[in-house]
């Protein structure tokens, strides 16, 4: 059924979540196993952030460019590009900050949270791609002098106007929505599949455990890990065609 939807939708979409990067070894940031468990959130607090660069940094690093700089797509990332280059699938929405998407060969990607390939001066406004920083002078700071911070929504902060107003065009214009590895927790990202499901979308849901959407927003639920799901209905899409 799910496979039937995706050839027969006439704007095929996705929103993903932290589940779909756990398959490249990225936990998620909640939960007992969570980011959160092992590392203080206040570092992605951006009033101490602003008051504490020079603490939040090292751990900044770690986690975001030691650590999430080292995994790379898994399958179920692939697949969701390979959608997109054969016209099948129209918009990605992702809550990730990794880049995973944009480095599988996704191109149509809304960085909901923004992203952390890059790193912002809030002073001036310029915007880097990390490559050109060297990170191991921190805090790292911009050619005007101010101290960078990456790309990408901290606590307190809210989210960039561009990716909410393009998230809410696919939400409406959307009639089969592939929601992948979220739990419905988080918003106001939460509220997309939400509006796609009121705007008589299809929500296919593709989790191993059951969320927040599941009951109320989802039209079909797939209890699978991410990679499974998208490879199973790979292989049907190919018998299809």
Not at 69 to 76: H, I, M, S, V
Not at 105 to 122: A, K, Q
Not at 133 to 146: A, E, K, N, T, Y
Not at 210 to 222: I, K, M, Q, V
Request: aromatic share 10%.
């Amino acid at each position: 059924m799910a496979a039937r939807a995706i050839l027969g939708a006439r704007s095929l979409s996705a929103f993903t979540g932290a589940g779909i990067s756990v398959e490249s070894g990225i936990p998620p940031f909640r939960g007992k196993e969570g980011l959160w468990s092992r590392y203080d959130p206040r570092v992605l607090d951006i009033e101490y952030f602003n008051a504490n660069p020079e603490d939040c940094w090292p751990v900044i690093r770690e986690i975001f460019y030691d650590f999430f700089g080292k995994a790379q797509p898994n399958r179920a990332h692939l697949l969701l590009a390979e959608l997109e280059h054969g016209g099948f699938l129209k918009h990605l929405i992702t809550q990730n900050i990794d880049d995973l998407h944009y480095r599988a060969g996704s191109r149509n990607v809304i960085e909901f949270h923004g992203n952390s390939r890059r790193l912002l001066c809030r002073a001036c406004g310029r915007r880097y791609e990390v490559a050109e920083v060297d990170l191991r002078q921190l805090p790292p700071r911009c050619g005007c002098g101010s101290i960078l911070k990456p790309d990408f929504v901290f606590f307190g902060e809210g989210i960039p106007r561009d990716a909410f107003a393009r998230s809410e065009e696919c939400a409406a214009t959307t009639d089969v929505m592939l929601l992948i590895g979220t739990t419905g927790e988080v918003y106001p990202a939460a509220q997309i599949p939400q509006t796609a499901a009121a705007r008589g979308a299809l929500i296919i849901e593709i989790n191993p455990e059951r969320s927040a959407y599941t009951d109320r927003t989802t039209g079909l639920f797939l209890p699978l890990g991410a990679v499974e799901a998208l490879s199973r209905i790979d292989d049907l899409l190919r018998e299809e065609r």
